[in-house]
């Protein structure tokens, strides 16, 4: 059976229960049309006026108003500053986008949701995610410069550089020894202290890193020699990396797993590779196109001849036709640049450039007026009409 489309009704179920839908954008205070920023300012005006510790020697009834709005309030803006979410919501009424039936999520947001919501506004303050969980390494950035052939047939590249890696003699955990590795008394383990600090809503227990094991959560008691504690060196590395046929000016490749070394058992970062490309003598390269140009005398040109020429796939004929014109484009199929990652080929286009002859005798000149004279109106349809005028 297949599944049908539709809107959301005003009506949404919610653990069992049936409650009515409210307009997130009136909750704010705003339009439909507001700009993210607008949605920020008009929450932030609000949570400052609702938060709770307003209302401590407020009567029970005022108390459960307050805490309401203020679930509201923290819902909306929850939908609304996230781009899916508010596309969902506006098209579908529900930022859960297109509802198949009952069994979908609460509603209501509580204040175990307030943290995340601020900690946009105070850069990460009210993260709870712990500061020594697995960190990924850096990446390292390289560029590399290729012939016009190289990138033409692929190449291989031996890259050396200077990454972080893991000390050997420590295995990463900067200690001397597994003996000198000790959790941290301050948090248990856990990388992260609580704290009571004052904030613009009044005094809050945020999360914070612990200042004695700088949220590693262990302590080292007698540092790795080699490393000094740290846990990584600098070492000189070499990279293979093997360059696809067909690669451009300006595209950058990555290589998985040959950056830094990651922190906390995090997995390494990545080689990332700008590729320059040096240009041709011969071609000029637009996408995987090359254009040449052939400069042929006026005898060829006039009378048509088969000229032979150098593609990067080696010689190929090239039939220039009886009267071909100055800037006459030819067109040869499969003979331009390798199409990167398939089993193709662009084109090349000859450009036909002729050539005036220089230095002529009195002979010459006397035989290319007679044979000038002896031209039709139709064999010189724009020189003739031209000397008209």
Known sequence: MPLAFSKASGTKQVKGKEYMAKNLYEILGVSKTASDEDIKKAYRKLAIQLHPDRFANATASEKKAAEEKFKDINHAYEVLSDKQKRANYDQFGSEDGPQFGAGGGDAGQGF???????????????????????????????????????????VSKTIRLNRDENCSACSGTGAKDPSAVKVCPYCNGSGTVRKVQQTMFGQQAVQTVCTNCGGKGKIVTEKCAACRGNGYARKEASVKVNIPAGVDNGVSMTVRNEGHCGKNGGAKGNLVIA???????????????????????????????????????????????????????????????KVLQKDAYGD?????????????????????????????????????????K
């Open 275 to 337: 590729v320059g490309v040096m240009p041709s003598e011969k071609y000029r390269r637009v996408g995987n196109d090359l254009y040449f140009d052939l400069p042929i005398g006026f005898y060829d040109a006039a009378c048509g001849c088969d000229m032979v020429i150098e593609t990067m796939k080696g010689e190929a004929k090239c039939k220039i036709p009886e009267g071909t014109q100055s800037g006459t484009k030819i067109r040869l199929k499969g003979y331009g640049m």
């Open 112 to 154: 175990g949701g307030f943290e995340d919501i601020l900690s946009s506004f105070f850069g990460g303050s009210f993260n709870k995610k712990t500061a020594n969980a697995p960190k990924q390494g850096d990446d390292i950035h390289v560029k590399i410069n290729l012939t016009f052939d190289e990138a033409y047939n692929g």
């Open 348 to 388: 090349l286009y000859v450009i036909v450039k002729l050539e005036t002859p220089k230095g002529l005798s009195s002979k010459q000149l006397k035989l290319l007026k007679e044979f000038d004279d002896s031209l039709g109106n139709n064999q010189y349809p724009k020189v003739k009409k031209f000397k008209r």
